[in-house]
């Protein structure tokens, strides 16, 4: 309980620099979302691809299942020395890039296929480092209907390493802790039950990757946690999750990807397959037709756009411009949902949902290369929590929460 304890005490700190600095930006947070409103109607579109360049020569792995499935935690990329390797995308279900060995290494640069330009990196968990903490606040918002405020103060850390590369064999440890404190004495409205001062999402994970000599790619990804005001309080709070995948590539060029996804704290909490093809026509466009579902278009080594969709209601589009090596801004629609076991709940898979929806603008700083500063802000708004199983349940000790701007700074640091 350390890094429980650590963050209780780094929140109330923290929350005194937020709160100071943006009872001066709130002027400035409000001419910025007139700014989104306006570029945010540029078309957007994504895939989360990343893949070697001919040039790069390290493997490089993206997040599993990154802001599809809400339920895992964020990110991490690991960049490890290696040799030339002809390009072929093997893109499995836990989104991780690997060059195909099995491909003739004495064919000539030029008859090898161009590969898709991934969308450049930005926003929440959009820089894939191994080590990364964001700090956000959301200030006071009415509570519909009960004559009370709610404000939202978060942390969340992440963190990842591998403990084995050994061809064809990779084994990736990872983990996070993310926190919610709230200042607010709302009640539920059915149960009439506090609504909590704080929640906690706890995990750590290991994935296990296989390389097959001809060309496929397999893998499991585990992990255990426990999201909850009480975290580890009682046995019932612990969430186990896994994902299974195979990779089949297909003319050198696409990509099947097969899977079996069990995400309990998900909007889908039974296991469920997964299908998709992952098409490449072209250096500026890759889509990923099936669950998820994913399309990304880089017209520019400049601009890039990204959208992506899975069950039920989990949607991101974002709008990305480099203007030099070092800074990046964005625009991006979000509709997210998150959920917690509340440890004094009456039946064990009744959980306590979060859903909102954001429209966000953010700007990004690189120094050296291993260290960036992510500074955001945007608009929350249809931000509402309820007790139950499921969406279906929604409207049940439903507590809607007014919409309003926030304001978030990430840090991400690559060894």
Not at 97 to 114: Q, R, T
């Amino acid at each position: 309980m350390i890094f429980v304890n650590l963050f209780r005490t780094t929140s109330s700190h923290v929350q005194l620099y937020v709160n100071s600095i943006l009872e001066h930006g709130r002027a400035a947070t409000g001419v910025a979302m007139a700014g989104l409103i306006l570029i945010g109607t540029i078309p957007t579109a994504s895939a989360q691809i990343l893949a070697p360049t001919p040039q790069d020569t390290s493997v490089q792995l993206a997040q599993p299942w990154p802001d599809i499935w809400p339920e895992p935690m964020q990110p991490t990329e690991i960049e490890t020395p290696g040799p030339y390797i002809p390009y072929s995308p093997v893109i499995t279900p836990a989104s991780v890039i690997i060059p195909n060995a099995s491909l003739n290494s004495e064919m000539e640069p030029a008859s090898l296929p161009k590969k898709p330009k991934a969308p450049l990196r930005v926003g929440k968990g959009g820089d894939r480092a191994p080590l990364r903490y964001r700090v956000q606040w959301q200030p006071a918002q009415e509570v519909i209907g009960q004559n009370q405020e709610l404000d939202v103060f978060e942390q969340d850390f992440q963190f990842g390493a591998p403990v084995y590369m050994q061809t064809p064999h990779m084994l990736i440890f990872s983990g996070g802790i993310r926190y919610h404190q709230f200042n607010t004495e709302a009640v539920f409205p059915d149960s009439g039950n506090p609504f909590p001062d704080e929640l906690w999402n706890i995990r750590i994970g290991k994935n296990y990757i296989y390389n097959f000599a001809n060309g496929w790619t397999g893998g499991l990804n585990v992990n255990i946690g426990s999201a909850s005001d009480q975290p580890f309080g009682d046995l019932r709070n612990y969430n186990f999750g896994a994902i299974g995948f195979v990779t089949i590539p297909v003319y050198d060029r696409d990509a099947w990807n097969l899977a079996l996804v069990y995400m309990p704290m998900s909007q889908i909490p039974f296991p469920i397959p997964s299908v998709a093809y992952q098409w490449n026509p072209s250096e500026q466009f890759s889509m990923n037709i099936g669950l998820p579902f994913e399309v990304s278009y880089r017209p520019t080594e400049q601009l890039s756009f990204e959208a992506s969709y899975m069950l039920l209601t989990t949607v991101h589009a974002q709008t990305t411009y480099r203007w030099t090596e070092e800074w990046k801004s964005y625009v991006a629609f979000d509709w997210e949902n998150q959920s917690w076991f509340l440890d004094q709940r009456i039946e064990d898979n009744e959980r306590l949902f979060l859903y909102e929806m954001r429209l966000v603008t953010g700007i990004q700083k690189r120094f050296k290369n291993n260290f960036t500063i992510d500074v955001t802000t945007g608009y929350v708004f249809d931000r509402y929590f309820f007790n139950g199983e499921g969406f279906g349940d929604r409207d049940n000790d439903r507590i809607e929460i007014g919409a309003g701007p926030f304001l978030a700074i990430e840090g991400a640091l690559r060894f």
